[in-house]
């Protein structure tokens, strides 16, 4: 399984940004999908979850009701719809992909893309 994320760049504090994630894969409903994010000099920590069908969805406190996952499995994409963006947002941003497990630990995901950089600017 090959991860790509992209959609990252700089935007204003309250502005918006949408992060895709391709997945080669030939059974890409079979995973679910998870974004985390990594700000320099911290841990990577979850961001959010979506089920293998789209049906179930987990958010971090930090960003419910400002971000929205959401997943086409037509197209092998995830998608991270961040609103509402602050300072604090800035960082790399990782998709990952797990069969089983905690959703919000990342130790339960089975791969990784290479990350996509999120800067906001007050």
């Known amino acids: 399984v090959q991860l790509q994320a992209s959609g990252g760049g700089l935007v204003q504090a309250g502005g918006s940004l949408r992060l895709s994630c391709a997945a080669s894969?030939?059974?890409?409903?079979?995973?679910?999908m998870g974004w985390f994010r990594q700000a320099p000099g911290k841990e990577r920590g979850f961001v959010a979850h979506?089920?293998?069908?789209?049906?179930?969805?987990l958010y971090a406190d930090a960003v419910r009701g400002r971000f929205t996952i959401s997943r086409d499995n037509a197209k092998n994409t995830v998608y991270l719809q961040m609103d509402s963006l602050k300072p604090e947002d800035t960082a790399v941003y990782y998709c990952?992909?797990?069969?089983?497990?905690?959703?919000?630990?990342?130790?339960?995901?089975?791969?990784w893309g290479q990350g996509t950089l999120v800067t906001v600017s007050s």
């Open positions: 990952a992909a797990r069969t089983g497990g905690r959703p919000d630990k990342s130790g339960s995901y089975d791969y």
């Open positions: 894969v030939r059974t890409f409903s079979n995973y679910g």
């Open positions: 979506i089920s293998w069908g789209g049906g179930s969805t």
